[in-house]
């Protein structure tokens, strides 16, 4: 972590599939591995915008 608390980096997943639905356990490290930050086919379009990314975005 930075001086001001804040990490350096932002761990961030992509995932397609059905196999996290029925394991649910593995899914649970991802979220917490991730802080949340766990995207989808359906959700990618949310990856910029709920991310550190979005810091980078031109427009």
Do not use: H, N, Q
Not at 1 to 8: A, R
Not at 32 to 57: H, M, Q, W
């Amino acid at each position: 972590m930075t001086p001001e608390g804040t990490f350096k980096f932002e761990v961030i997943a992509c995932i397609a599939g059905r196999g996290f639905g029925v394991r649910r356990e593995d899914m649970k490290k991802l979220l917490l591995a991730t802080r949340g930050k766990v995207f989808t086919i359906k959700t990618i379009d949310c990856l910029v915008d709920c991310s550190r990314l979005k810091e980078f975005k031109t427009r």
